[in-house]
């Protein structure tokens, strides 16, 4: 698993991948904008070419672009679409230009309007934004399910996924906060194993291609996107050691957002990395119970 955090591209985009490395991450998220704003920052090849190099040069493995929250690709305005829509591509380009692994993007909301006409709204954006793009894959986040927000079950997922066309290109960001809000109980090893089988029964495992993780403030089913720093919420250090050690997300970008100052720091990911190590060694006794178990009762039921 690649942990790592959500950095800062102020001061220029190779920024960042410095930050990353001062926080000793795997892998590292970005805004390739100012994300209170519409207006794009305007990067030339040279800065791409520092990032790249700056990448080339550092032990990151992985480079996630988060698009900016203003965007409601599922808006019933058509100038917030279009506004949307320019935004998005303008991330992708981004990631083409940089090697990233994936651009994060909340799918829109429906506000207070029909689901199933939201999600064909939203499909059309992201279609129309991976033709003006070339290779950088688009994940679709999974959200907590306030406010008519889209991507709340993953059957609204799969439902995004068909209304985009289905290109291979799309992929899922499934995030613990927001999944354990939405419902889905990831606390326990048996908990987050029956929720990916249900993922992948819907979806298709597939699509997985990024992670973010976070505790969650409110408890499950809450429906509200509250984070929490690790091991402070109601997953608590055993449900974040949980998700960070599920054997499905091996080699996934796995970024955390929220830091004791704000923002994630070195302490905040080497806590990560410590949960995760908890988490493994506790699979590890679990698999080494059910063996010895195992035995026994076969016995029992050859008698």
Known sequence: MLIGAHVSQSGGLQKAVG???ERGAKAIQIFNQSPRMWRPTAYDEEDFAAFRDALERSPIKAVLIHAVYLLNC???????????LRSLIQSLRVGDAIGAAGVVLHPGSAKKGEVPKAIKRAGKVISEALKESQRCELHLEDTAGAGGTLGRSFEELEA??????????????????????SGYDISTAQGLRDTLDDCDRVVGLKRLRSLHVNDSMTPIGSNRDRHALLGEGHLGERGCGVFLSEPRFERLACVLETGGDGAPSADDVALAFKLRKRGLSARKRSSARRSKRTPASRRSRNR
């Not at 995004?160 to 809000?181: I, K, Q, T």
């Open 160 to 181: 995004l996924f068909e209304a985009a066309g289905g290109d291979g290109r799309l992929g899922m960001c499934l995030d613990s906060c927001h999944l354990y809000a």
């Open 19 to 21: 930050r990353g490395v």
């Open 74 to 84: 599922a808006s019933e305005d058509r100038e917030i679409r279009q506004k949307s």
